[in-house]
């Protein structure tokens, strides 16, 4: 049983300011609960249905320091931040950013807002192999439950780190992309060795300092009618014709 | 001011039985407001706050018979079916679907859930000039609020019909294809006639029986460890090559 103040704490995680001060989050749902057990994250709790936690012996017992806690379905109602129904969360330390490394392509974010966005872009970069995503502090907080959630265990493999993009971008020897409504026919781009793509806000696009550091502004080009392109959708499309080329 | 009535009727749009009987459904937000007023569509009422209306009387005044409510915001809040604050909403009578023109792309979307992916890929079809999106009778209603938002206009450029995707594709001369996680690579696919594109839900993907009649089973090839893409990134994705070639 979950004491209160363990109750407190965890309920604590669906706000940022206490992620950061326990530097811990909370990872929900059976899909993707189970991606995190099957691998060697450091994992503080496993607050699970009794059904759940009979079905998931095996993986459960891969981290036999891990404590787990059987709940019932209104108090795991009452700890999740999600509005959908779930048999299972945990509870996990948040890693250590890694350095960025030179190979391959990175993405950098520029004050992306929506969770939905973030965590489908990590997920996008978990597809293609992307390693590294980089943050501006404005973004919204990659550990957020909207996040994780949509990010289907996206955050195991792609390396997240918070940072001023200027310096991120003036540093760089590699193509710097930035995605735009009026740049470069993305189709008809030459073929780039790897750098970084640039995705900029949902509303206001990549920042002006940042576009004028960029080497190419970039566009998929538009046939129809909408206004723009969804931020995720965009990055999709973008990373599926970079690494087309590689 | 609205009467109790009036209140009663619009929020009972939120629901998908009353937006069937009534043949209306809501717009909500200054983006998606500011495009339909722009447009010729067929609008019962606009509700607004003062300020919204005092600066945008132009566009108001290219709808003379439809009526102006000038609400407060607190007014406009429990009317919404949105947790974003907004500060205008639209009454819009559900257009008639057109028949299917047998010219350019068509998606075919089976049993998709999600309100965001599916106004995510109404949006896409918008951006490509895909003219017609055919929604299985399980899909999400395209009229939902939160698809409403998520399309940002595209309702009023892309046609969705609600069929029997068997029949829907039985009939067609074109090539059909079908997203998998198991299918030819989409980058060496050769150039084909524009067709239908079909989409399967989030969880399971395109049903068996639709599967079996496709001419052409597709996938973006995976380069890292995610164990699939969202279903509108893909949709993105594939719409994106697809168009590249025609």
Chains 1, 2 share one sequence.
Not at 43 to 69: F, G, K
Not at 79 to 105: E, F, K, R, Y
Not at 139 to 154: I, L
């Amino acid at each position: 049983m979950l004491s209160k103040a363990q109750n407190k704490y965890i309920r604590s995680l669906t706000h940022q300011k206490y992620r950061k001060l326990h530097n811990s989050f909370i990872v929900e749902g059976d899909k993707i609960v189970r991606e995190w057990l099957n691998e060697k994250a450091a994992i503080q709790m496993v607050i699970a249905l009794q059904d759940w936690a009979d079905q998931h012996n095996d993986l459960i017992s891969r981290h036999p320091e891990t404590p787990l806690y059987i709940v019932k379905e209104s108090e795991l109602e009452s700890l999740s931040a999600l509005q959908t129904p779930n048999q299972v969360m945990l509870v996990v330390d948040i890693p250590a950013p890694q350095p960025v490394s030179a190979n391959g392509w990175s993405i950098a974010l520029d004050n992306i807002q929506d969770p939905g966005n973030m965590g489908t872009i990590i997920r996008i970069a978990d597809w293609f192999g992307i390693k590294n995503i980089a943050c501006s502090p404005d973004c919204v907080d990659v550990y957020n439950p909207k996040v994780v959630q949509s990010a289907m265990g996206g955050h195991l493999r792609v390396n997240t780190i918070k940072v001023d993009l200027n310096e991120f971008i003036s540093g760089a020897q590699v193509p710097v992309l930035a995605a735009t409504l009026d740049g470069e026919n993305i189709y008809t781009l030459p073929k780039l060795n790897p750098g970084i793509l640039i995705i900029g806000n949902e509303s206001h696009g990549v920042s002006e300092n940042l576009m004028k550091k960029a080497s190419h502004k970039i566009t998929v080009p538009r046939i129809g009618g909408a206004e723009s392109l969804n931020a995720a959708v965009s990055t999709g499309i973008i990373c599926a014709l970079l690494l087309k080329q590689c």
